[in-house]
């Protein structure tokens, strides 16, 4: 949300330019521009005027104009703000996050504020807010790049200030609306790259709003002029005709939000809540409600992890009209403005990913090479089934199965294997390995690179010969998949009444993580490891991803059960043995039960896991980051299932 009201669609009207000399007297602080020729710039709504050097490009934007110098850039921008706001603007204005302000001065004539400093990115900035009674509010501000002569451009820039001319202004004299309703010109329609870069301002939908600002979080909003203000201890009291508004700041960090959420809503003697609904801008819940004295309220948290959560209340008595008063809160609401997050992490990571070329892709086959009793025929339909499913398929996967006997000791090897008996041949273990030296030869990326195909080669053997339980996708290429599976007895014994389903569900979930296409994506990568363990969401995600498939398909090729039901239970389990945080123990189950969560929340298409685009370009890290209130719900909530007459459920409210 931006601060203010809506913003209405604005666009200038320029008048033709006209080229003029500037006096030989020149303003003060102005350079000496004798042979440098001017144009007017005039504002055809508001007939404010400035002049710019006429070799300066003007390129007109939706809601400013923006002239291109030889060192710089000065944009010029009509708020229609009515001028009694200036020292809010002013607060508000420069100290966005984005600006470094490094000194302020008073400005006389017109009366404003004109600060120095610079944006995030080095540049070099000025800022101006100046204005009168009839003019209201202008905003003009200098740039120049981190290297570019910034003194220099200031001078231009201070001729600029000292020819505003808002003698023919009559924005707020009474000849105009407050209302301002502007025509949209889609001859000056900006690109999308124009818009993107444009200033967010906002303009009042009447003069009955005023901007309340907090100087701790940067928190912004209107509410009508005419309520009244109220500084408590610890909280901020805006008292209207209908019913009250009051804000308090907490210092609970957002990742927090769920629980306070649940605490704040349900746990009080003295609210009863009646709905509740998600809020995305800012990230939150309002939840409506009635007080134990019969008053009605509204509460609502937001906030972002630089602002942590901030409450706000909306109350009338029980015989006023809360309804209407639900209108004005909602108003408010709308105008929210939080400071940016420099630690964003959504829009941080989108920032910096970019997608890793593959230069080779290969051929896109699954080549299965199998010593176990089990059918390898059989194994080739299942691969076949899930692949079908494939939005598209990008690897050339070689899956190698072989059977291990009873357990022997925990761990032993560097990956997290048991071990198990041996129970091949010396010459079975020469053939699996001629097979993945053959395939590994053929990878591209090997190729140039002995050092590390000796290193494959050597783990892969001693796996074979000493008996792990290997479990595990390999990404050997960004497209080479080698998938390694040691078969315990379980999932090799007829006898029991579920074979295969057990080794068709192993089989399938490890062909999944082949299919993923983004594992091997360095940028992506790169964003995973800059996060701590449980920060990141790659691990539940692309576990659960996994689980979530084999599940599906394991029961359209069986018809033997209900996926969701087992995945819910499944995790139920997980939560009795292993505890309730998402990343402990069998990570796949309660990785696929918070992905249901994403579904059932609307926030997740189901489609997206079963057809493996969920793992195409990083979402994991991009998409489902820590700064959404969903995902926060669904790592927070996993484990809040019940049955209900044979079927599992998640809980009442886990999905409000």
């Known amino acids: 949300m931006s601060p203010g009201v809506a913003v209405e669609e604005s666009t200038k009207s320029l008048e033709p330019t006209k080229s003029i000399d500037i006096p030989t007297q020149t303003p003060k602080n102005a350079i000496d521009s004798d042979e440098i020729n001017y144009a007017i710039y005039t504002d055809s709504k508001s007939k404010i005027s400035i002049i710019y050097p006429e070799n300066w490009q003007q390129i007109p934007r939706e809601n400013y104009v923006e002239f291109h110098g030889p060192n710089g850039d000065v944009i010029f921008e009509v708020l229609y703000v009515h001028f009694h706001e200036l020292d809010q603007w002013a607060n508000q204005y420069l100290s966005e996050s984005n600006y470094k302000e490094e000194s302020r001065e008073t400005l006389q004539s017109p009366l404003g504020y004109m600060s120095i400093g610079s944006l995030r990115d080095g540049a070099k900035h000025a800022r101006v807010i100046i204005g009168n009674e009839k003019a209201g509010l202008i905003l003009l501000e200098a740039t120049t790049g981190p290297e570019d002569e910034f003194e220099e451009h200031l001078e231009q820039f201070q001729i600029i200030l000292d020819s505003l001319n808002l003698k023919n202004a009559s924005l707020f004299d009474g000849s105009n609306n407050d209302n301002t309703e502007h025509t949209k010109d889609d001859s000056n329609e900006p690109n999308e790259e124009d818009t993107e870069s444009a200033l967010t301002k906002t303009i009042p939908e009447d003069s009955d709003t005023t901007i309340y600002t907090d100087s701790k979080t940067g928190l912004s909003f209107s509410y009508p002029a005419n309520w009244t203000l109220f500084q408590h201890e610890h909280d901020i009291e805006f008292q209207g005709p209908i019913g009250a508004v009051t804000i308090m700041i907490t210092d609970v960090p957002m990742r927090e939000l769920e ?136 690897a050339d996967i070689l899956m190698v199965l072989w059977p291990v006997g009873e357990f022997v000791k925990e761990g032993g090897f560097s990956h997290p294997f048991e071990t198990m008996e041996v129970v091949i041949t010396p010459d079975e273990i020469d053939y699996l390995m001629n097979e993945i030296e053959t395939w590994l030869s053929n990878q591209p990326c090997i ?173 994991r890290e991009i998409e489902y980051t820590n700064d959404k209130p969903y995902v926060l719900q669904a790592k927070n909530s996993w484990y809040m299932i019940e049955e209900r007459n044979g079927r599992f459920v998640f809980s009442e409210g886990v999905l409000r």
């Open 259 to 394: 629980q306070f959420a649940q605490d704040f809503f349900t746990e009080s003697d003295e609210y009863k809540e009646e709905s509740r609904n998600a809020l995305d801008e800012p990230s939150g819940y309002i939840s409506i409600g009635n007080l134990r004295d019969g008053a009605q309220q509204a509460r609502v948290i937001i906030g972002n992890e630089q602002t942590d959560i901030i409450i706000f209340e909306a109350t009338t008595g029980p015989e006023d009209d809360f309804e209407e008063h639900l209108k004005q809160f909602q108003n408010i609401l709308n105008s929210i403005s939080l400071l940016e997050v420099d630690s964003d992490e959504s829009q941080a990571q989108q920032q910096d990913y970019s997608p890793t070329p593959i230069p080779n892709y290969g051929p896109s086959a699954i080549t299965i090479v199998n010593t176990s009793e089990f059918s390898t025929d059989i194994m080739q339909e299942w691969a076949s089934y899930s692949e079908a499913k494939m939005a598209n398929r990008r």
């Open 447 to 619: 190729l140039d690179d002995p050092v590390r195909y000796y290193e494959e080669v050597e783990m892969y053997r001693d796996w074979l010969t000493r008996g792990a339980d290997a479990s595990t996708q390999i990404t050997i290429c960004p497209a080479s998949r080698l998938v390694l599976m040691g078969l315990p007895p379980d999932m090799r014994d007829t006898n029991d009444p579920r074979y295969p389903i057990n080794l068709q569900d192993f089989f399938i979930h490890e062909l999944y993580h082949a299919l993923q296409q983004d594992l091997m994506d360095e940028s992506c990568r790169r964003l995973e490891e800059r996060l701590d363990r449980e920060e990141t969401n790659t691990p539940w995600l692309v576990e659960g991803g996994a689980d979530y498939f084999a599940k599906h398909v394991v029961s359209e090729l069986t018809g033997a059960f209900d996926p969701i039901n087992t995945i819910l239970r499944n995790a139920l389990n997980a939560s009795r043995e292993e505890g309730t945080n998402i990343y402990q123990g069998g990570i796949d189950k309660t990785g696929a039960a918070a992905m249901q969560i994403l579904i059932e929340l609307g926030k997740l298409d189901q489609e997206r896991i079963l057809d493996g685009s969920l793992f195409h370009n990083c979402a």
